[in-house]
């Protein structure tokens, strides 16, 4: 147990992770954990060995706008490991969504680390939804790059109305890349 004794609340869970950007999935595991806690957190994590394509304050200010109608929901960002986090605000229960058996080998391993850190911490997997379990950051951004101006139905496929905003306008403000000579 850490040195630091603080009691920890179990109907207080956080969603930590990079949101970059946040998708239907991720807001899925959201409202499901709002159906099964107290109080939520979602927890923007700052890695500064990462290159982000939305800034920690961008993607703070897009996930609250987004979760602005939930109940009992906050928006947070933390640098270091997520335990420590959690233990800062008295949350005892670390909320995980699972995609594919890949996510469960990583964040098996992830759970025993975070346990080995603080045992007094509880992670509560969520499988995703049949229908975002396909949705990961990297196709987001590739059809917000690749897809043509004004689909936004496309987009609205995989993420929130206020993100297709976001990535319209933060893309539309990039220098275009030139196409390879056929």
Sequence with gaps: MPAESRSLNRRHAVYAGSFDPLSLGHLDVIR?????????TVAIGINPAKSPLFSHQE???????????????EVACFEGLAVNFLRSIGAGVMLRGLRTLTDIESEFTMTLANHALDSEIETVFLMASE???HISSSLIKQVALLGQEGQEESLAKFVPPAVIVALRNKLRSRPSVPASPA
Excluded: H, K, N, T
């Design 131 to 133: 229908g975002y379990s």
């Design 59 to 73: 993607r703070l200010s897009i996930i609250r706008e987004v979760v602005a109608p939930l109940p009992r929901v």
């Design 32 to 40: 499901r954990g709002v159906s099964l806690f107290d109080r939520v």
